[in-house]
């Protein structure tokens, strides 16, 4: 398994934090603003 062979470390851990970046920057940007609009059109739908 290469994640115990420490030679795969520093790559592992560099894939992963990109990984992590770039899905951050996808909910942040594309999910999340979504999910706001609808929670928002829900609630003023739900008002009248």
């Known amino acids: ?3 115990l062979i420490p030679f795969y470390f ?3 851990l560099t894939f992963a934090f990109i ?3 770039f ?3 996808i909910i942040s940007t594309i999910l999340l603003p979504n999910i706001v609009r609808f929670m928002v ?7 009248v």
């Open 19 to 21: 990984t992590f970046i």
């Open 41 to 47: 059109a829900r609630s003023i739908m739900t008002k």
């Open 10 to 12: 520093m790559h592992l």
């Open 23 to 25: 899905l951050t920057y």
């Open 1 to 3: 398994m290469p994640q």
